[in-house]
C-alpha cells in the first residue's frame, strides 16, 4: 500500500516539475520583446520602398560623391 502512495507521490512531483518548467517557459517568452505589429510592419515597407524609389530617381548617394569636385568647392 506504501508503495502506491510513494507511486503517486513521485508521479505528482514529476507533474509539479513539469507545469512549473512549462511556465517558466512562458514567462520567458513574454520577457522578449514582441513581433513587430502591421502598422510598424508597413511603415518599415514604405520606407524602404521610398528609399528605393529615390535611389532609382536619383542615384546612390556614392554617385554624388564622386561626381563633386573639390574645385566646386564639393559641389555638384
Do not use: K, V, Y
Not at 528609399?51 to 555638384?76: H, M, N, Q, V
Amino acid at each position: 500500500m506504501s508503495d502506491s502512495f510513494d507511486a503517486a507521490r513521485l508521479h505528482r512531483q514529476d507533474l509539479d516539475r513539469e507545469i512549473e518548467s512549462i511556465r517558466t517557459e512562458r514567462l520567458l517568452r513574454s520577457a522578449t520583446a514582441p513581433a513587430p505589429g502591421l502598422p510598424s510592419r508597413a511603415r518599415a515597407g514604405l520606407g524602404r520602398g521610398l528609399i528605393s524609389l529615390g535611389t532609382a530617381l536619383l542615384g546612390s548617394s556614392e554617385t554624388g560623391a564622386r561626381s563633386a569636385s573639390p574645385a566646386s568647392g564639393g559641389r555638384s
